[in-house]
């Protein structure tokens, strides 16, 4: 039992920093998209912050699962962390189609909903 316990402590700090990875990433998209409106290189900029973004998407299902499974915590994170996994597979789908009367707000939700759940980590 102990045991458990320890592996949940150190499970729940990566969690958090797998969201807050998540939230820069998300961040630093908007900024990117200004540049694409803006500049020659902005979409570059934007289609490599994409990868970024969905690569600490994975890493936030990963964290997920390693503070639930292994660590003894609670199955909702893992559950959170699949929506937004699932939330950016739709986010890059759309924007490859170039469909910005939906991507920009989803982004705009997904960045509301990665600052919510680090502000729940974090509290």
Do not use: C
């Not at 699962?65 to 937004?84: I, Q």
């Not at 890059?92 to 189609?97: E, N, P, W």
């Not at 982004?107 to 680090?118: D, K, P, Q, R």
Request: proline share 5%; glycine share 10%.
């Amino acid at each position: 039992m102990a045991t458990q316990t320890t592996t949940a402590r150190r499970g729940f700090p990566l969690l958090r920093i797998a969201i807050a990875l998540q939230t820069l990433t998300i961040f630093l998209q908007a900024v990117s998209a200004g540049l694409l409106l803006t500049t020659s290189y902005g979409e570059t900029l934007h289609s490599a912050g994409a990868r970024v973004m969905y690569a600490a998407s994975m890493l936030y299902v990963l964290a997920a699962v390693l503070a639930w499974k292994p660590g003894g915590g609670p199955l909702r994170p893992v559950r959170e962390a699949s929506g937004f996994l699932v939330l950016a597979s739709v986010q890059v789908v759309l924007g490859i189609a170039h469909v910005p009367a939906v991507h920009l707000p989803l982004g705009v939700l997904m960045f509301g909903l990665s600052v919510l759940a680090l502000a729940r980590r974090s509290g």
